[in-house]
């Protein structure tokens, strides 16, 4: 089934046309139907802020995630999970799995992902969540509409690491749902950054118990034994870890990824923070010195792919590193708003060629995209691109091969010049950092509820040979939605 699907999708996506983007969308998809309320949040209502403020008491006072991670391993080892916190599923030779990064907003978005999702899924072993399993602030009580409820009918287990997001919560929902771990003893904290840090949440364990039965059939019930683990297979060992909220992973944490990784099975590495995201590189460093790229390309460890969450689009850059190729992934377009495209210059980071890097969606289809949406917001329909148009400018900026044909008809004009320089995909005179800022703040601003949404999930083949993994997009849109659009492909070899 997924191998006629991704057939079928090769035929209808973006990169073929703007009907496969999900322009000129005529009919909604199911997923509303599938979504049990309208309730959202806005990012930036002062209450989401106050109850997110460990992000900004951590990079001012202190990230405390690597102490307070400690705690939570000791506690799981008094309970007696394995110390090696190996996940073995006795999955033999030959599987798939899924993996969806960002998901948990409880809105439109996150549900259009459904429908395809369980469609491609349908013959999977697992699912995995890259990051951020629940917005705004990672707290138990909402992991029944944010989680239990989306993927009822999803009938493999989910094993998750967790995004800053999740640690707003001192992962004590995180911790309860996909560990079945007690909350830690309260542990003072003196000074300022005691006074202000958000604890965990009481739980409504009650509500959270009828929430399970969502999900409580044999073939979805799973415990993983902490934050950060390995799932074991013949062919091949996926390794999660714990990023916190800064990124910083702590001495016992990177003790535990050091000995894990000279397993001799190949790996691939997921984690809250990607490696390298919007032409930067930016591996999460370890405790005691060093980062984790420098585990992932020591070749005597074997890794194929390292794919972060965190970032919330589709990003592949395959870095080569001496004798062989890493595939660099971004995954973190399953649910949450949508981080522009655009707004990434022409690749060169680590030698790769910006024709080899992928994205979704395309820069194009994001530029026209955001210039809808703040033409209507601003009331300025000077600043409206269309698909079309939005794709010169892209080319004519980026200066790459077109992933999907430009029109030749279109003439960039200094209207569409500057409409492009206002959304960040232009440089503005004097140098202003539009782009960055764009991309840091006013993508909060950007969460929409109609599509096209330009939200993602991975599938992944393993066989003893190689993995073939898969960047599917949902859209929102009912064709899209029965032909879920595959946007990339890649085969990564196993053998030496």
């Known amino acids: 089934m997924v191998e006629v699907a991704a057939e ?21 998809g199911s997923f509303r139907e599938l979504r049990p309320d ?76 459904v429908p395809g999702l369980l469609a491609i899924g349908e013959d999977t072993s697992f699912g995995v969540i890259a990051s ?23 009938q493999a ?9 999740d640690w707003y919560d001192g992962l004590g929902g995180f911790m309860r749902v996909f560990c079945d771990a007690p909350p830690l003893k309260p542990k003072p904290d003196r000074g300022l950054r005691g006074l202000l840090w958000r604890r965990p949440e009481p739980i409504d364990e009650a509500a ?40 910083l992973i702590d001495s016992e944490q990177a003790a535990w990824l050091r000995r894990t990784s000279l397993d001799p099975r190949p790996k691939i590495l997921v984690t809250g923070k990607p490696i390298y995201t919007r032409n930067v590189y930016k591996p999460s460093p370890l405790e005691g010195g060093g980062t984790i790229d420098d585990i992932v390309r020591d070749p005597a460890h074997r890794y194929v792919a390292a794919i972060g969450g965190d970032v919330h689009n589709y990003q592949r850059y395959p870095v080569r590193v001496g004798d062989r190729v890493i595939q660099y992934v971004v995954s973190g377009g399953a649910g949450a708003f949508m981080h522009a495209t655009h707004t990434i210059e022409r690749v ?46 892209m080319a004519g900026r980026i200066k790459n091969t ?17 409409a492009a320089r206002v959304l960040g995909a232009w440089p503005m005179p004097l140098r202003l950092p539009v782009g960055r800022v764009f991309h840091r703040y006013l993508s909060e601003l950007s969460d929409w509820d109609t599509p096209p949404f330009f ?42």
């Open 8 to 28: 079928r999708g090769k035929r209808t996506s973006s990169r073929t046309s703007e009907e496969g983007a999900g322009w000129r969308c005529q009919q909604i």
């Open 38 to 113: 309208r309730d959202s949040f806005s990012w930036f209502h002062p209450r989401t802020l106050w109850r997110s403020r460990n992000e900004v008491l951590s990079g001012l006072l202190g990230d405390p995630s690597g102490e307070v991670r400690r705690r939570w391993v000791e506690a799981q080892r008094e309970r007696g999970v394995d110390g090696d916190f190996r996940i073995r599923r006795g999955l033999g030779k030959s599987y798939s799995f899924l993996l969806m990064g960002d998901p948990g907003e409880g809105d439109a978005s996150q549900y259009a992902v």
């Open 132 to 154: 951020d399993v629940i917005y705004p602030t990672g707290a138990g009580d909402d992991y029944p509409r944010k989680f239990f409820r989306p993927y009822k009918d999803y």
């Open 157 to 165: 287990p989910i094993y998750a690491v967790p995004g800053n997001h």
């Open 208 to 247: 959270l118990a009828e929430a399970r039965r969502l999900r409580d059939a044999p073939t979805q019930r799973a415990v993983q034994p902490a934050s950060y683990w390995a799932i074991e297979s013949e062919s091949l060992l996926i390794v999660g870890v714990d990023t916190g909220i800064d990124g």
């Open 348 to 393: 060169d980071v680590a030698g790769v060629h910006e024709d080899d890097f992928k994205c979704y969606p395309l820069r194009g289809d994001s530029l026209s995209f955001y210039s809808q949406l703040y033409a209507k917001r601003l009331r300025m329909r000077w600043l409206y691109l269309t698909p079309s148009e939005a794709a010169c400018i």
């Open 402 to 418: 077109p992933i999907r044909q430009v029109d030749p008809n279109v003439t960039i004009t200094r209207r569409m010049r500057w």
């Open 455 to 496: 939200k993602s999930f991975l599938h992944l083949k393993v066989t003893p040979a190689a993995v073939t993994l898969r960047c599917f997009a949902a859209t929102g849109c009912l064709p899209q939605e029965l032909d879920p659009p595959l946007e990339d492909e890649v085969t990564i070899s196993l053998t030496p």
